[in-house]
């Protein structure tokens, strides 16, 4: 896939803009960025299967509620990972035109990459790419919650078959605020990591 028209849309908006050919590729250059600070994680199956937990840990000190730390409880490792110096997330869908879109049922994530550090990665695979900002919701809603519901386990009518969303009333329901990013927030730098590769959901 071609990334150079959400590149230059991201660029507009002010974004820095990185690109590389697959997840090991992304994952050496986010080690050598990542060096000696604290870094928090949000949910995401992309930065899971980069192993970059694994990798950063080795060199910064990180906090993910999916991986725990030692004698602290989940909104412990939430707060931590709210004040690090660095936060990486994945996005639910990003369009061409520049926007991303993120959903969250416990809003740690939503919340995170807005702000409060020094830098935001988000961290993207090809298959998140959508033409308008209508059709990254559309893919944010109908694909990748319903997938997230159904890794989770949730009891949900999506997480059956995975195929839309049900706007469900469900007290399991994991789509409880999202985030919309127009365009840069003013506070911090914002990097944009584009894979080619189909990473997550
Ligand atoms: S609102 Fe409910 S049905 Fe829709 S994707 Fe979220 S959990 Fe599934």
């Known amino acids: 896939m071609e990334f150079k028209e959400l590149q230059v849309s991201l660029e507009q908006k002010g974004y820095q803009v990185s690109e590389f050919e697959n997840k090991e590729e992304a994952a050496r250059y986010l080690n050598e960025q990542i060096d000696g600070k604290s870094v928090g994680f949000g949910g995401s199956v992309t930065l899971d299967e980069m192993g970059l937990y ?29 004040v690090a110096q660095i936060y990486l997330s994945s996005v639910n869908g990003i369009a061409k035109t520049g926007e991303i879109v993120n959903i969250d049922g416990t809003g740690n994530r939503v919340a995170s990459t807005i702000y409060g550090h020094e830098k935001v990665y ?7 790419i959508a033409n308008t900002l209508e059709g990254a919701m559309e893919r944010a809603r109908n694909i990748a919650a319903p997938l997230n519901a159904r890794r989770l386990n949730r009891k949900t009518p999506c997480a059956v078959k995975a195929d839309h969303c049900y706007d469900c009333k469900s007290p399991e329901r994991i789509c409880k605020a999202a985030s919309i990013f127009w365009g840069k927030p003013n506070s911090q730098e914002f990097e944009v990591v584009l894979i080619h590769e189909k990473l997550g959901y």
């Open 122 to 128: 988000f961290v993207v695979g090809e298959n998140k």
């Open 54 to 82: 694994e990798s950063l840990g080795t060199h910064n000190k990180v906090w993910w509620h999916w991986k725990g730390a030692d004698g602290l409880t989940v909104p412990e490792i939430h707060k931590e990972a709210a």
